[in-house]
């Protein structure tokens, strides 16, 4: 057994079927589990807005601070630090003299680089990383092909599953987190600790339903609400996207709850006579748009999309571009969607499909700057899945 081990958290912010952190509190008498604030995720883009904007970074830092309360109560804390992962990482894997650094696996291009330029900055210490992929219903070495031979489409990915698709129980919470003796935890920033002025936040539009805070916590009780309701009570979900539409794509894209959990619960508190088989397709279509990424990568952020398709011209007009963003077109329903999205941060799924087509199909504008807005100011925002969606909008998607 291990003396020490660093866990890194990233987007796997719970103790529910937290794997690696699972593993990590089996595999050493101590652990300094930590969590980077990378202010690289606040700065603004070359349109002129943020990354991350003031609304997902006040989800995040709710997020953080539920995780390190969740944390205490099982003995430990929660070491927050500002600046770069793979250099807080390594430094910190020295101080506290730790053999290994445990952490979940990222597939986006950026956060790959970020992992491979970890490891090689722990080589120099000799400290080995150990990645767990957490993020979906179904592991990579299950699937019943490579991803190399990944299928063009969902549809066709979804039927070669049918007769493979077994999913594995979620893990249980670590029992007990011990630290070592002496540890600095560090403070959870503010919004103007990340660059951000909280004025940034602006809500023209009231949000109908009560704002929840960010953290493992308000997912889990989302989840209990949402299987006595829909479930248990038998009530049919109005529309075909209840991971989204149940707002519970907005704790699932920080790792707050996981596919696998809400799978299992859902499976579970099913009856007889009530089969929840919508929500199981949205959480392999999520599955498929992560694939996908890792598939193709870099292609998905690109006009050309994962089709490579460069006969599409799209206009870099800016002019237009604002007009959509600052809800000023001549359709009073886009205007609505994207005073919405600029207010709370929440789109459905039709809004979202209204706001993005009107985009492409009416304005021709680069659709990545669209996606790249979405990225921006939807909380629920993952890479695979915001820019898989606007793949297809744009019609440069599923092969």
Not at 117 to 134: C, F, G, H, Q
Not at 162 to 182: S, V, W
Not at 226 to 233: A, K, L, S, T
Request: charged content about 25%.
């Amino acid at each position: 057994m291990a003396q020490r081990i660093i866990y890194w958290f990233r987007n796997d912010l719970r103790l529910h079927d937290n794997e690696a952190l699972f593993n990590a509190s089996k595999s050493a008498n101590e652990i300094v589990p930590v969590y980077v604030f990378d202010i690289r995720q606040f700065d603004k883009t070359r349109l002129g807005f943020r990354r991350t904007g003031a609304l997902r970074a006040q989800f995040l830092i709710e997020a953080v601070i539920d995780l390190r309360n969740r944390l205490r109560e099982k003995g430990g804390d929660l070491l927050i630090r500002i600046g770069d992962p793979e250099k807080i990482i390594a430094q910190l894997a020295e101080d506290y003299a730790a053999e290994y650094v445990f952490t979940s696996k990222e597939i986006a291009p950026e956060e790959t680089r970020i992992e491979s330029s970890l490891s090689k900055n722990l080589k120099v210490a000799n400290v080995d990383i150990k990645l767990y992929w957490m993020d979906t219903l179904l592991h990579a070495v299950d699937l019943p092909f490579s991803i190399s031979k990944l299928p063009p489409n969902f549809a066709g990915f979804s039927d070669q599953l049918k007769d493979h698709l077994t999913i594995k129980g979620p893990f249980p919470e670590a029992e007990k987190i011990t630290l070592p003796q002496e540890y600095e935890a560090g403070s959870i920033p503010s919004l103007p600790a990340l660059g951000i002025d909280p004025n940034e936040i602006v809500s023209t539009v009231p949000d109908l339903n009560p704002k929840l805070p960010g953290g493992e916590s308000t997912a889990l009780k989302l989840l209990d609400d949402y299987i006595q309701m829909y479930i248990r009570g038998k009530q049919r979900f109005d529309t075909n996207d209840p991971l989204t539409d149940t707002r519970l794509s907005d704790w699932l894209s920080l790792g707050c709850i996981s596919a696998r959990y809400i799978y299992d619960r859902v499976k579970s508190a099913q009856s007889g006579n009530v089969n929840e088989e919508q929500m199981l397709h949205n959480l392999l279509a999520r599955d498929f748009f992560h694939w996908t990424l890792l598939r193709y990568g870099p292609r998905m952020f690109k006009p050309s999309g994962v089709k490579h398709e460069f006969s599409k011209r799209w206009a870099n007009d800016n002019e237009v571009f604002e007009k959509w963003t600052n809800a000023e077109t001549s359709n009073a329903d886009v205007n609505t969607v994207i005073k919405k999205l600029n207010s709370v941060g929440y789109l459905t799924s039709a809004e979202r499909e209204t706001a993005s087509s009107y985009l492409v199909d009416e304005l021709g504008v680069n659709w990545t700057w669209g996606a790249m807005y979405f990225e921006s100011h939807l909380i629920d925002y993952e890479a695979s899945v915001n820019w898989g969606r606007w793949n297809n909008i744009a019609g440069v998607g599923e092969i």
